[in-house]
């Protein structure tokens, strides 16, 4: 997959925590109508059975609308519930190793970068799109070690031809830079997730994406 035939504009990243009380699965579906076009379930704290059956019931909801649904880092939960692919990032199952796997080989494999060198490596080449992380510095990912930037992602647009797909403080005032600093699709958590209406604040982002 390019960055030419990538067919996703605007990524739910969601958790149960970051929709701060309201019902995860009624927020992602509210996203859904409002134009989210991919869905990825990121549940670090939880176990795996917990995470599993926040999946189960997600992947339904995902199903009914034929959006995928991409599982955070847990390839157990990926398999079980047959989801659309796997995110992973540096500390985490390789995307080497998961093409490797006969129930998520041929999967979506998202793979997130932190540092330049990786756009060279061998875990790149075999991914199908590219997690850049933070864009800008947010309270939800505290782990990473870059803040790219709009010249951030415009250096790695010009250095590989994989989708990017930009997360970190992305919001409606600044998606549209985002997109045309490079890169394919936009991430969000808190901007849809915080929203008093979810899919009001996904309506606006994703048309600010395709205007």
Wanted: proline share 3%; glycine share 6%; aromatic share 6%.
């Amino acid at each position: 997959m390019n960055a030419a035939t990538f067919p996703y504009s605007l990524y739910l990243v969601i958790s149960e925590a970051d929709c701060k009380g309201k019902n995860f699965l009624e927020v992602a579906e509210q996203a859904i109508l409002g134009g989210v076009d991919i869905i990825q379930l990121r549940e670090k704290n939880d176990s795996t059975e917990a995470f599993l059956q926040k999946a189960l019931r997600l992947i339904e909801i995902t199903d009914k609308y034929g959006i995928p649904l991409i599982i955070n880092d847990n390839v157990i939960v990926a398999e079980k519930v047959n989801s659309a692919g796997i995110h992973v990032g540096n500390s985490d199952a390789t995307p080497q190793d998961l093409r490797q796997r006969p129930l998520i080989g041929s999967k979506i494999i998202g793979y997130s970068i932190e540092y330049l060198a990786q756009l060279n490596n061998e875990q790149t080449a075999v991914s199908d799109y590219l997690g850049i992380s933070p864009v800008f510095k947010t309270n939800t990912k505290t782990d990473t070690i870059v803040e790219w930037g709009l010249e951030g992602i415009s250096q790695i647009r010009q250095l590989t031809d994989k989708p990017l797909v930009a997360i970190g403080n992305i919001h409606l005032g600044n998606a549209r830079a985002v997109i045309n600093a490079g890169a394919n699709c936009l991430a969000v958590v808190s901007a849809i997730c915080s929203a008093a209406d979810s899919q009001k604040a996904a309506y606006e982002l994703k048309n600010e994406i395709v205007k």
